[in-house]
């Protein structure tokens, strides 16, 4: 407890690395209409008398991949780079470092093409959980990879109000989209009031997922006996044949410390 009294108390004084590590590509160009600097929207630059790509066609490219993730401004944010293995108490930092070397041996099999299994991470909320799976997410974009990010309730809801449509329509979308995507992550798959029909759709989906060897990175904060009294033994044990488990346990939610330092740290304990 002092010692992580002690990492409290100096953190503050660190540098904010994270606003010099990774550069914001939406500030540069918030409005897609609003012309690059470089190229003034004509996507080449002259080196000379030579027409060359303008670097922002990259960076548009890599804004439209998230968009089309699932990937919102705050989830881009979450990146390996910025988890910080510092806000986790003694007790509980080996079970964190495990975690984040799972989640970067899963992107290295992605990559690689040798990814079969899927991880869960499963603890409290603020135990970094969500971090870890857009951190996954983030890498897998950036490396060109078709990723799909989205949250349990939200994909429930989509589904749902698809129910009875075209396929075309937005909610059918959203399924295929589940299905088929090279690496899904499922975020908050918590406590729900699920239905049988609920239920059957979470199955189909993972089943599918599952026989199709395409893996998937679950997020939840139920314990594996909720998990099955909520969604049933046979998606569990789908679950449990296909992603390995890894528990994140934090002594306080890590949003809230971060979110009270940057409250309460006093401007002159931050410079120093
Ligand atoms: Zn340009």
Redesign the pocket.
């Known amino acids: 407890m002092a010692e992580w009294e002690r990492i409290g108390r100096i953190l503050p004084a660190l540098p904010p690395r994270a606003a010099t590590a990774v550069p914001d590509s939406r500030s540069s160009f918030p409005d897609p209409e609003q012309a690059?600097p470089?190229?003034h929207g004509r996507?080449v630059?002259l080196l000379g008398d030579r027409a060359v790509r303008?670097?922002?066609?990259q960076e548009r490219a890599l804004i439209r991949r998230q968009e089309a993730a699932g990937l919102t401004a705050a989830l881009q944010r979450q990146t390996f780079a910025r988890f910080d293995l510092r806000y986790y108490e003694p007790d509980f930092l080996e079970t964190a470092r495990r975690s984040l070397l799972a989640a970067q041996e899963f992107v290295r099999e992605c990559v690689e093409g040798k990814a079969r299994r899927g991880l869960m991470f499963t603890g409290p909320v603020g135990s970094g959980k969500t971090f870890l799976a857009s951190a996954i997410a983030n890498a897998l974009v950036e490396k060109g990879h078709d990723v799909f990010f989205v949250v349990v309730p939200e994909l429930l809801e989509a589904i749902r109000n698809s129910f009875g449509r075209s396929e075309s329509e937005a909610g059918g979308e959203v399924e295929e989209r589940a299905r088929t995507s090279g690496v899904l992550v499922l975020d908050d798959l918590g406590a729900h009031n699920y239905t049988d029909w609920t239920r059957n759709t979470l199955y189909s989906l993972l089943n599918y997922r599952v026989n199709h060897e395409l893996p998937t990175v679950i997020t939840t904060n139920l314990s594996l006996e909720q998990l099955e009294y909520y969604l049933g033994e046979r998606t569990t044990s789908r679950i449990l044949e296909h992603c390995r488990v890894y528990r994140l346990r934090v002594g306080q939610d890590i949003r809230r410390v971060k979110a009270s330092r940057a409250a309460n740290a006093p401007p002159e304990e931050r410079d120093s």
Do not use: E, F, H
């Open positions: 690059c470089r190229c996507g630059v303008c670097s922002c066609m």
